[in-house]
């Protein structure tokens, strides 16, 4: 199975409704055709709109930036997958280091929304990363690789084969710093080894994984030409068609 390269956008809590129409309508107009997947991460009211905007644009997709976990009921505030699903989405980002760090948002949690993502037919874009002091304590691929398990590790092959992972070390985001292509490489074939060990060669071969933190037109072809390294979610920069259309033709 082929590994996708993809290119994510992830508004965060940006753009009124006029203005996210206008951004997407020209990532829309200027996209080249390509075979790498261009992913709008946007925040809920702009779902269903944009959805008709790019409609008949195959490869871009859809996220939203998070789910709520249980089906429906009494959770004033919040969105379920099918609410998702039934507006457009393709995929979702989950667990995102924002919502861990401002919503308390841990694995176990994370792990119940990745399961009914799934189970709506949409596909999570999970993160996963380290703080700086786990970095400087030299425990990175110890915390990355218990993220990862919690996560992800009891789910089944085909489950697997539809989740999209997003390593963004906490201390490059929004922060302008960005890890270096060699610090990306390296996390990103320790969690293909992880992937690789629970669920097979295979599907880990075919798992994308992206980079994320202060991807950059000026970065993003060093970055995108590491191994294991097949895109990126991209903060900032994606709220610039012409600086994520750049990004999005880096690879
Ligand atoms: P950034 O954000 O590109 O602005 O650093 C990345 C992210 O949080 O996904």
């Excluded at 249980?70 to 969105?79: K, L, R, S, V």
């Excluded at 969690?191 to 060669?201: E, T």
Aim: proline share 3%; glycine share 10%.
């Amino acid at each position: 199975m082929e590994r996708k390269l993809i290119a994510a956008g992830n508004w965060k809590m940006n753009m009124d409704y006029n203005e996210g129409r206008d951004l997407a309508q020209a990532v829309a107009s200027g996209l080249q055709p390509s075979d790498v997947l261009v992913i709008m991460g946007t925040p809920y009211v702009h779902l269903k709109n944009i959805s008709g905007i790019i409609k008949d644009i195959s490869n871009i997709k859809l996220a939203a930036q998070n789910c709520h976990q249980e089906e429906n009921g009494a959770y004033t505030g919040e969105i379920s997958a099918a609410m998702l699903k039934s507006c457009g989405v393709d995929f979702v980002i989950l667990g995102h280091s924002e919502r861990r760090e401002y919503f308390g948002e841990a694995d176990e949690l994370i792990a119940k929304k990745i399961d009914i993502v799934l189970k709506y037919g949409m596909q999570p874009i999970y993160c996963c990363g380290e703080k700086l002091e786990v970095r400087e304590a030299g425990k990175h691929e110890e915390l990355v690789g218990e993220q990862v398990k919690t996560a992800l590790y009891h789910l089944t092959k085909e489950q697997m084969q539809r989740v999209v992972i997003a390593y963004e070390p906490v201390w490059a985001i929004g922060t302008g710093k960005t890890a270096t292509p060699q610090q990306a490489q390296d996390m990103h074939e320790y969690i293909r080894s992880l992937i690789r060990k629970k669920f097979g060669q295979e599907v880990a071969d075919a798992t994308t994984i992206l980079y994320g933190g202060s991807v950059k037109p000026d970065n993003a072809q060093e970055l995108f030409s590491q191994p294991d390294v097949d895109g990126g979610l991209v903060g900032g920069a994606s709220l610039k068609a012409k600086d994520f259309l750049a990004i999005a033709s880096s690879f």
